[in-house]
């Protein structure tokens, strides 16, 4: 059952299938030809793995995303950022990465954060003099922030697949999320002096800074008022999502009035969308995770490791690598759902405390948004910079390198994702 289980599903992958298609048609394929279980089993567990209280903070993070999206807080978060870093060598392109991890910790989607900070920062680079491929490069890259900082959707995902806090999640991608930043502003300075590409003519006054500041700071807000909602016991990460929703409803529509009535029903569709596609993918991937479990296959691979007498260090490296090749083909929601089961017994029996072990898995699939063929990344940022995904993935590869080298400094310092949640909890 095993080989038609996975050999149906690579066979999907391989013609080109949707990945959530191709996990209920390779589980609905093994159950009907195992003759073990009625197909009823199918409907019932696609309901069971989203009959799940806190996926419910997913569309509403969702939702709050496209609000402040639509709501023009882009332009003020990249005004923000140039008065701060703009006037360096290579200031657009620290621009671009300080503007993304500000949106990041509003959308939680690195799709998102490419397409909102990108159709402002990649025009305004190129005429500025940067080359367009690496403009488009740096954007990409910058987006994936999108994941890893919170509110992010896949750490979401994790907790729930782990059966951990979403709050501890959380607060685990904060440090990793600002390695990540300051590795792209010191690739952006370095790659900036090569080429010669210089900041703007003045450095931004003191009144500047506090004026752009003022400008943005609402939405700056946000993330504050979510993570410390919640380490504040005041409201549930679910509770947490509601109100961003409402602060964002009330910051883009009646604040900053960029959003009108007649625009809401487009954004809610949009958001429903969005949604819609992140739940059939953790339904059907909850399906395939529960016929693994029916057929052993987390407890053969737990014993493997374990018989094998590797240790953490080489566990961890080979962890590492099958997390990137999975980024590369499965989207992260669905390689959460199906390698959690799989992976993190043989973590924890190792030592590996589970909140390090979900910002190892996240980060190392948000590389996957930057890496072809599946990158969703890549092709935003290529189609804003109307390139071919082949020019701006030749473009890319350096910030693969440097995101694998932060994966490494996150896998073997642990203390980068587990001090803040501690330190929090009171430990």
């Known amino acids: 059952m095993p080989a038609l289980l996975f050999g149906s599903l690579l066979f999907c992958f391989a013609i080109g299938v949707p990945i959530a298609v191709a ?3 390779a589980t609905l394929l093994t159950v009907y030809a195992s003759d073990t279980f009625g197909l009823v089993v199918i409907p019932q567990q696609i309901f069971n793995a989203m009959n799940s209280f806190p996926l419910m903070a997913i569309p509403f993070f969702i939702l709050a995303g496209f609000l402040m999206q639509e709501g023009g807080i882009s332009e ?9 870093v703009g006037h360096l060598t290579g200031g657009l392109a620290m621009v671009v990465v300080v503007t993304s991890m500000f949106f990041a ?11 909102a900070i990108g159709s402002i920062m990649i025009p305004a680079m190129v005429a ?8 488009g490069a740096i954007q990409a890259t910058s987006g994936a922030l999108g994941v890893i900082i919170p509110p992010s959707i896949p750490l979401i995902i994790y907790a729930i697949a782990a ?14 999320g600002l390695v990540i930043t300051l590795s792209l502003l010191i690739a952006s300075y370095v790659v900036a002096r090569r080429r010669g590409y210089t900041g703007t003519p003045e450095r931004a006054d003191l009144r500047t800074v506090a004026r752009s500041f003022s400008r943005a700071i609402l939405a700056l ?44 029903p487009e954004i809610f569709t949009k958001s429903a969308l969005t949604t819609a596609i992140v739940m059939i993918v953790i339904g059907t991937a909850g399906l395939f995770g529960f016929l693994l479990n029916i057929l052993g296959i987390p407890d053969d691979i737990a014993a493997f490791f374990l018989d094998a007498n590797f ?28 390698l959690t089961p799989i992976l993190l017994p043989v973590a924890t029996e190792l030592g590996v405390d589970p909140v390090h072990f979900g910002v190892i898995m996240v980060v190392n699939l948000a590389i996957g948004l930057i890496t072809p063929p599946v990158g969703i990344n890549l092709f935003v940022a290529a189609q804003i910079a109307d390139l071919s995904i082949v020019k701006i993935s030749r473009a890319i590869v350096p910030y693969v390198i440097i995101l694998f080298v932060d994966v490494l400094l996150i896998t073997y310092l642990p203390a980068l994702s587990t001090w803040l949640p501690g330190l929090l909890a009171g430990e």
């Open 311 to 338: 240790n953490v260090v080489m566990f961890l490296l080979v962890v590492n690598l099958l997390l990137l090749v999975a980024g590369m083909f499965i989207e992260a929601a669905a390689a959460i759902l199906i």
């Open 105 to 115: 910790a509003i959308s939680g989607s690195g799709a998102a954060t490419t397409a």
């Open 128 to 135: 500025a003099g940067y080359n367009l491929r690496y403009a």
């Open 23 to 25: 996990l209920g048609f």
């Open 221 to 264: 807000i946000m993330p504050v008022l979510v993570l410390g909602g919640i380490y504040g016991g005041v409201f549930t990460p679910t509770e947490a999502a509601v109100i961003a929703v409402a602060y964002s409803l009330v910051v883009g529509l009646v604040i900053y009035r960029r959003i009108r009535l007649r625009d809401l």
């Open 163 to 176: 059966n951990t806090s979403v709050g501890d999640m959380f607060m685990a991608g904060v440090i990793p």
């Open 76 to 84: 003020r978060l990249v005004d923000f950022a140039k008065a701060i």
